[in-house]
């Protein structure tokens, strides 16, 4: 785990799938149908199906955590921007947009995203660590 020295590589997740998306749902209790159902998602004015929001966002924050560790989260906060389609691919990125040294710590602001393969932002958030100095 690094604190300074640069936010780690961008991740790569996809295709998405409907099976993520179920898989996701039975681990959350969330089983709303309009994510594996695509007759219903047609009936709520939708194409198909779409991605469960939170699942990518989890995703998002276990990125980010992989960097700083886990113990160090004093905030996650992130948005939804844009649906994610099954067959999408995203790309999960950070940048560390501010540092604030302490005597005996180091607290990094990471702004965060998702980004589908067109180019759209599918969510963004921001994150503060505050990673103990060694």
Known sequence: MTALG???EPLVEGPLTV????RYQGA???MNPIHHDAEFARGAGFPTVFAVGMRQAGVLAA???DHFGPDNVR???VRFRAIAWPGD???YSGEVTAVEETATHTVCTVALQATRQTGEVHLA???VFEVPKL
Do not use: H
């Not at 099976?19 to 179920?22: G, N, R």
């Open 6 to 8: 640069g936010f780690r």
């Open 125 to 127: 958030g921001t994150a």
């Open 28 to 30: 959350s209790g969330d």
């Open 63 to 65: 990125f980010a955590t």
């Open 19 to 22: 099976t993520d998306f179920v």
């Open 89 to 91: 691919t995203l790309t």
């Open 75 to 77: 905030r996650f906060e």
